[in-house]
């Protein structure tokens, strides 16, 4: 087992990571308000309603569909985030990485912080998109699922290269390719999202816990034991688990894990599935231990010293939010300016500085130390090679299976 300890976190971290937990991605988000489930995207109105739409299914992409760049005419760059997702000053007004953009290249952003959840987002673009129209929105900040799902449906464009010389060069390698986007040719990661073990040392009481296998088997742990309601993570560090590789595994072997879990839960051991609320239950000793998210474990470790996390030997899910230029938007070069401005280490360092998400943008770290050396050695968010080597990413679905997938986990869950 590896177990990483970061430094003691500045005041100015703590103060950034508060602001995120609370009502920003971390509160909002973690793919847990309307989850990519049964109960989430089939609801609302994901890929259980897009045949029905007239809407052809995901893997009949035709590629993007761009329209006439006005960038050149008009300076401006229509970007929408999540919300508390980007940086901002003391008077809680201005983005300065924007507000540095805008200086240097005459191109004003008009930034959004529009996205609460990744499907009731896709349910707001997804008339314009399959009518073929501008959706008013030039940059998009999309889950890797949903991101996947956009370029298979032909709903965003192909990037130049040419407008992207920083994020070429600098996008860490770990991300650099994923099955749903090969090469990066339509995707650019925002932020990184690492799933982990977190742990109550008080509520532990000794018992050890060095993996997935000790969370589902040790009768210690029996009805303190928590998972993700959200299915790539919980079923993504349960394969691995079972040697199994999230990037390549069969449909067999997700009734596999699938299975595993269904024992747990069956014996009492999984006291239950939880979105971001698992962070209570760990804190008050409820969760002696559970499958988590890094950016809450931070938050959780510096409110409290006997939280803590570990990577378990047979590795960790990544997942990711990534950039997209929708179909049809008007301001395309702009909106690749802006994706590669935030691949420069220096922006990419204030804007960790800030959100405190696996970074990722090789060359940061020595950006990151002049803001804040506890950020640039903390391996959750500048992840170091021995971490990096243990992420995997869940491969990409079809919609097939995506809808058989998420049937079984809310069977599974209860959902």
């Not at 990483?4 to 508060?18: H, T």
């Not at 690492?194 to 993996?211: F, M, P, W």
Request: glycine residues 8%; aromatic residues 8%.
């Amino acid at each position: 087992m590896e177990q990483y300890e970061p430094d003691r976190l500045s005041a100015a971290q703590v103060a950034a990571m508060r602001r995120s937990f609370t009502n920003g991605r971390a509160a909002l988000t973690r793919r847990s308000l309307l989850r990519a489930s049964a109960g989430g995207a089939l609801a609302a109105g994901g890929i259980g309603t897009l045949s029905a739409c007239g809407i052809p299914a995901a893997g009949q992409s035709k590629g993007g569909v761009p329209a006439e760049d006005h960038s050149a005419k008009e300076k401006t760059v229509n970007f929408s985030n999540w919300t508390e997702y980007m940086d901002v000053d003391d008077s809680g007004k201005h983005h300065p990485t924007l507000d540095q953009f805008a200086k240097r290249t005459g191109i004003k952003v008009k930034y959004t912080e529009d996205i609460n959840d990744n499907n009731e987002f896709f349910g707001k673009i997804k008339p314009q998109l399959a009518a073929g129209q501008d959706t008013g929105r030039d940059l998009i900040v999309l889950t890797d699922w949903l991101a996947a799902r956009l370029i298979r449906l032909g709903w965003a464009q192909k990037l130049d290269p040419s407008n992207l010389p920083h994020a070429y060069a600098n996008l860490s390698a770990q991300f650099r390719s994923p099955d749903w986007d090969p090469g990066r040719a339509y995707s650019y990661v925002w932020q990184g999202i690492s799933t982990v073990i977190a742990y109550n040392k008080k509520a532990l009481d000794g018992v050890e816990v060095k993996s997935i296998s000790d969370l589902l088997d040790n009768p210690k742990l029996k009805g303190r034991v928590g998972f993700l309601s959200e299915m790539r993570d919980s079923i993504g560090m349960t394969l691995l688990d079972m040697g199994k590789d999230p990037a390549d595994f069969t449909a067999d072997d997700y009734d596999a894990a699938i299975a595993r879990l269904q024992k747990a839960v069956d014996k009492g051991q999984i006291r239950r599935f939880t979105g971001n609320d698992y962070t209570s239950d760990l804190t008050s000793g409820d969760f002696a231990a559970c499958v988590a998210w890094a950016g809450d474990v931070v938050q959780l470790k510096a409110d409290s010293p006997d939280i803590d996390f570990l990577i378990p030997d047979s590795g960790y899910v990544t997942s990711t939010d990534n950039l997209l230029i929708p179909n049809k938007a008007r301001h395309k070069t702009n909106a690749e300016r802006l994706i590669d401005f935030y691949y420069e280490p220096k922006a990419a360092a204030e804007l960790a500085a800030y959100i405190n998400y696996v970074c990722p943008v090789d060359g940061v770290k020595a950006e990151l130390e002049k803001i804040d050396k506890d950020a640039a050695n903390n391996p959750l968010i500048i992840p170091d090679k021995a971490m990096a080597a243990k992420s995997h990413a869940f491969r990409s679905l079809s919609s097939k299976e995506e809808t058989e997938f998420e049937a079984k986990f809310a069977k599974l869950t209860g959902a």
